[in-house]
């Protein structure tokens, strides 16, 4: 029996039953020195970058501590030496998220991990749906298992029971036809129903029930999204399909990742802005430096202490793998919040109310990889698909990736593909052998997409496409938004004018 588990347990429960408090000014050096002292991982990594840990003093001295990342740093040590004092001791959970090639990489955690993550659950379930008060449904709909959404989301939201919300928790994954059946049963005896799922499976369920007869208005629906970046045209069909009347307070996303579960969250301030902004593509391109519009979450600087690096963003956090400067490869940035309040007042824009926290805008990986369902899906897994005998010889291996909307907002897998001069590929025997090869590489995809939407759309273009393929460019296998504004390509929003933005208040 681990009676020092014990009391760091009853330690951590105490500080999340607390109010939160306000980080001490040196908390990131103080857990940069306690990686070095307990993780033998992170003690070989500065040892060889020749940097004696007792020489690191200030916050400048932090910035030029090295990178770390999955590549160079997780995957090249053991595992548990990865973890505080290279043992599993203490670390009751596994998560696991699907690499590049199928290959999973695996993320130790505590209880006491699932604490600090719960506060980001907490910001958006009680400070924004008032789940403290209001009886509340939680219905899990992420996948569950070992991938890191649906089990994690479940034991977060438990914690807020544990601390006196009145929250009732129920799980039936991402399996739709549960969800529509425990729905009906249960919703009427809460005063209020929350959906947690990556954003095309949630849209499918609130199509799937409108079509089922489901009164979604009667059930006071709320969201909870994570996984993909939607557009705010996105957020007002589904609010409207929905009865959802306030979507900057009742739909909110989630910026997490296996890597340390949840890292921001939408609040109804930070919404409104990136509501008010989609409208505004000058503002937004000024505020953000792209033509396209982001993912725009808070974040607590005690939990997760973000930089940003070259247009990249690092983050340092605890957990069962502690991890320093660590670049997690998402484009983006970081910006104050005195700043962008200021920002929206010049502008003649009052956001509603909310934490006086700093800002994190994402827009995605998009030159390594396109999210679907939840699913990273990978350049390497498409090109086996390519590969295959009777395929090969027909196309020249270069594609791209896009996950798009179509006309009802619904999220289509894409692929265009550059076919070898004067064959004849065919499309409907390319996209079948990619699924297969998506299927059998790729965990997520295959536990994440539902059955229906896994086959991918499959578009030919000719050796030498502009558009596509141009002679003489680097290749991207990926791309961000571009083109109508009805089509929302890769982790990325396009600008266009937002449905019943008329509550904005307009510019001078």
């Known amino acids: 029996m681990d009676l020092g588990r014990q009391t760091r347990v009853r330690q951590a429960l105490d500080t999340f039953f607390g109010p939160a408090e306000p980080p001490a000014e040196d908390h990131v050096l103080d857990l940069f020195h306690r990686?070095?002292?307990?993780?033998?991982?992170?003690?070989?990594?500065?040892?060889?970058?020749?940097?004696?840990?007792?020489?690191?003093?200030?916050?400048?001295?932090?910035?030029?501590?090295?990178?770390?990342?999955?590549?160079?740093?997780?995957?090249?040590?053991?595992?548990?030496?990865?973890?505080?004092?290279?043992?599993?001791?203490?670390?009751?959970m596994i998560a696991v998220s699907s690499g590049s090639s199928g290959h999973p990489t695996v993320w130790p955690r505590a209880l006491e991990d699932e604490l600090h993550v719960a506060r980001r659950f907490e910001q958006v379930l009680v400070d924004a749906f008032d789940a403290g008060e209001r009886s509340t449904l939680a219905v899990v709909c992420f996948p569950l298992g070992t991938w890191v959404g649906g089990l994690f989301t479940t034991a977060c939201v438990r914690h807020l029971a544990a601390k006196g919300c009145p929250i009732t928790v129920v799980a039936p994954g991402n399996t739709k036809a549960e969800i529509l059946r425990v729905l009906p049963e249960l919703a009427p005896h809460f005063d209020q129903v929350v959906l947690l799922g990556y954003p095309p499976f949630v849209k499918d369920v609130v199509d799937t029930g409108l079509a089922e007869g489901i009164d979604?208005?009667?059930?006071?629906?709320?969201?909870?999204?994570?996984?993909?970046?939607?557009?705010?045209?996105?957020?007002?069909?589904?609010?409207?399909?929905?009865?959802?009347?306030?979507?900057?307070?009742?739909?909110?996303?989630?910026?997490?990742?296996?890597?340390?579960?949840?890292l921001g969250t939408e609040t109804p301030l930070s919404a409104g802005i990136r509501r008010f902004l989609a409208g505004r593509p000058d503002l937004a391109r000024e505020l953000f430096g792209d033509a396209r519009l982001p993912t725009l979450v808070q974040y607590d600087p005690a939990s997760r202490f973000f930089e940003a690096q070259d247009g990249t963003l690092l983050f340092t956090a605890d957990g069962g793998i502690p991890l320093v400067r660590y670049h997690i490869a998402d484009d983006g940035g970081l910006l104050p919040h005195a700043e962008v309040l200021a920002y929206c007042a010049r502008h003649g824009f009052t956001p509603p109310p909310g934490p006086d926290l700093p800002f994190v805008y994402v827009f995605g990986r998009s030159l390594f990889t396109v999210s679907f369902f939840g699913a990273n899906v990978y350049p390497e897994n498409v090109t086996v698909g390519l590969e295959q005998p009777g395929i090969s010889d027909t196309v020249t291996g270069k594609f791209v990736i896009e996950s798009v909307e179509d006309a009802d907002r619904d999220r289509r897998l894409r692929i265009t593909v550059e076919t070898a001069p004067g064959a004849a590929a065919d499309a409907g025997r390319i996209a079948e052998a990619v699924r297969e090869q998506l299927l059998r590489l790729n965990s997520e995809f295959?536990?994440?997409?539902?059955?229906?939407?896994?086959?991918?759309d499959v578009v030919l273009r000719p050796a030498g496409d502009p558009e596509y393929f141009p002679a003489g460019v680097k290749h991207r296998y990926t791309r961000p938004g571009k083109g109508r504004p009805e089509a929302v390509r890769g982790p990325v929003q396009i600008f266009a004018e937002v449905p019943g933005a008329s509550h904005c208040d307009d510019p001078p």
Do not use: N
């Open 446 to 456: 295959a536990h994440y997409v539902p059955a229906e939407r896994q086959l991918p």
């Open 35 to 92: 990686t070095a002292e307990t993780v033998p991982a992170y003690r070989k990594f500065l040892r060889e970058h020749g940097i004696d840990p007792q020489t690191v003093e200030t916050m400048a001295d932090f910035r030029k501590l090295p990178l770390t990342d999955k590549a160079g740093y997780h995957r090249k040590y053991p595992l548990p030496e990865l973890c505080r004092g290279g043992t599993f001791d203490g670390l009751d």
């Open 216 to 262: 979604w208005p009667a059930y006071a629906l709320k969201l909870v999204l994570a996984g993909e970046v939607f557009s705010e045209q996105w957020r007002e069909l589904v609010a409207q399909r929905a009865g959802i009347a306030d979507p900057v307070r009742d739909i909110a996303s989630l910026y997490g990742t296996a890597d340390a579960g949840v």
